[in-house]
């Protein structure tokens, strides 16, 4: 994420660890502001030495890789450099750049609020989180994030950001898989409300393992977010099916079969290891 340089001064280097979707997609809109040194296993362009020796680095790679990575460039980052992780959740990133980078390196955690597929016309109006860790340099990024890139760029905490996304990202996860596993297409009588679920459902099933992993798993918070939705989902279904057990006429749907849930259930939601 380098500002744009002027002429008299030579481009910026950045080392981009991570070439999946995510990573295609920060070379697609930064290559032209600097000169890129890519590495991944699957598409090796430059060693990770190379990359580390860069002014800027972005770890695009899954969160509980991250500490791996920061210990392999560890002692090939020069003093000054900046290194970014682009990770779903800020907490476990934010620790593990913390302990594995040396002190003479700038670190930033972000989150861009975004993916291949929503930015697929452009990144101008979508947003981005910055987490400052190390280093004064975050003003810097965010103008050139705003200015150059047209990107909306939000301040915070790691853990003010996962205490946050645990219910906007994770919640929206848990439900969309759900949603996924019921197999229902939009139909002759599906509402609009319908298909905005489908969508949404769709656009959340696409992102990749080690995306959903994270979001669901790696957010300290995201636990607590689970259970607290799920009690609230019992006791509203709770709620709608008590006027129908009074009704004796009430007709059940056919090979639709429930178990009564006994008064002051709560779910049990286990966290992954």
């Known amino acids: 994420?380098?500002?744009?340089?002027?002429?008299?001064?030579?481009?910026?280097?950045?080392?981009?660890?991570?070439?999946?979707?995510?990573?295609?997609?920060?070379a697609t809109h930064l290559r032209n502001h600097c000169d890129l040194r890519i590495v991944d296993p699957a598409n090796?362009?430059?060693?990770?030495?190379?990359?580390?020796?860069c002014d800027v680095v972005i770890l695009a790679v899954p969160v509980r890789a991250i500490g791996e990575v920061c210990r392999t460039i560890a002692p090939h980052l020069r003093p000054g450099t900046l290194v970014v992780d682009v990770g779903s959740v800020k907490v476990l990133p934010a620790e593990a750049m913390l302990r594995e980078l040396p002190a003479h390196?700038?670190?930033?955690?972000?989150?861009?609020?975004?993916?291949?597929?929503?930015?697929?016309?452009g990144l101008a109006g979508h947003r981005?989180?910055?987490?400052?860790?190390?280093?004064?340099?975050?003003?810097?990024?965010?103008?050139?994030?705003?200015?150059?890139?047209?990107?909306?760029?939000l301040l915070s905490t790691p853990e003010a950001h996962d205490r946050e996304m645990a219910m906007t990202q994770g919640l929206v996860h848990l439900?969309?898989?759900?949603?996924?596993?019921?197999?229902?297409?939009?139909?002759?009588?599906?509402?609009?409300?319908?298909?905005?679920?489908a969508e949404a459902s769709a656009m959340v099933c696409g992102d990749a393992p080690d995306v959903a992993r994270a979001i669901a798993c790696d957010n300290p918070f995201a636990h607590a977010a689970?259970?607290?939705?799920?009690?609230?989902?019992?006791?509203?279904?709770?709620?709608?099916?008590?006027?129908?057990?009074?009704?004796?006429?009430?007709?059940?749907?056919?090979?639709?079969?429930f178990r009564a849930i006994p008064k002051g259930f709560s779910p049990s939601v286990h966290k992954a290891q």
């Open 1 to 26: 994420m380098p500002s744009s340089p002027s002429p008299s001064r030579a481009r910026p280097t950045l080392g981009l660890f991570g070439y999946g979707a995510f990573g295609r997609l920060i």
């Open 175 to 197: 439900i969309a898989g759900a949603f996924a596993r019921l197999d229902l297409a939009p139909g002759r009588f599906s509402t609009r409300s319908f298909d905005l679920l």
């Open 44 to 53: 090796p362009q430059a060693s990770p030495q190379e990359a580390a020796a």
């Open 128 to 153: 981005i989180v910055l987490c400052p860790l190390r280093g004064r340099r975050h003003g810097r990024i965010a103008a050139f994030l705003r200015r150059v890139l047209g990107l909306r760029t």
């Open 105 to 121: 390196v700038d670190v930033l955690a972000t989150h861009p609020l975004f993916g291949p597929q929503s930015a697929r016309e």
């Open 226 to 257: 689970r259970e607290a939705f799920l009690t609230a989902l019992v006791e509203h279904a709770d709620d709608l099916a008590a006027p129908d057990r009074r009704r004796p006429d009430s007709i059940p749907l056919p090979g639709l079969h």
